[in-house]
């Protein structure tokens, strides 16, 4: 794969001055990220950024966030998925939901300096996902078979 940098219409963006501004004038009313909160509630915080036109996604690729397992509910597994190529994704991260934020932040910070904070680490984290995201798809979108029963039918 080449090393190419993506345009930016290939990389999720994080609308951070509006969603600060929507966190501290209560618009938003997404919750907080404290040592309760789980993976479910993560992505319901990505969710509503999404729909309130915060978080603008590649064409055709999401974000989905599972937990690493099931007595690990605050350890969120990053995954980057195609909507049209149901076998191109990719993990790019598995971390606790709090380390997605400094130290400074998470101690200190208020709820919109966390949530802010996380959801930037998120999106940079799948954004490295996006170009192998893509290039499973053109992988797989020219795949006619898998190559050991291709070279049998020859």
Do not use: W
């Not at 950024?49 to 990053?78: F, M, N, T, W």
């Not at 980057?80 to 191109?88: D, G, H, R, Y």
């Not at 910070?109 to 053109?138: F, H, K, M, N, Y």
């Amino acid at each position: 794969m080449a090393d190419k940098v993506p345009d930016s219409s290939e990389l999720f963006t994080l609308d951070e001055r509006k969603l600060r501004r929507a966190l501290e004038r209560g618009d938003a009313k997404l919750g907080c990220i404290d040592h309760f909160t789980d993976v479910e509630d993560l992505a319901g915080i990505l969710q509503a950024v999404q729909v309130a036109s915060l978080l603008k996604a590649p064409q055709g690729i999401e974000i989905v966030l599972y937990p690493s397992g099931v007595d690990e509910r605050g350890v969120a597994v990053i995954t980057v998925l195609s909507l049209s190529e149901p076998n191109a994704h990719v993990v790019v991260a598995s971390e606790p939901i709090l380390k997605l934020a400094s130290s400074e932040t998470r101690d200190q910070g208020s709820d919109a300096d966390r949530i802010v904070e996380v959801l930037q680490s998120v999106t940079e984290l799948a954004c490295e996902g996006v170009p192998l995201v893509r290039e499973l798809e053109r992988f797989r979108s020219t795949d006619t078979a898998v190559p050991s029963v291709a070279a049998r039918l020859e």
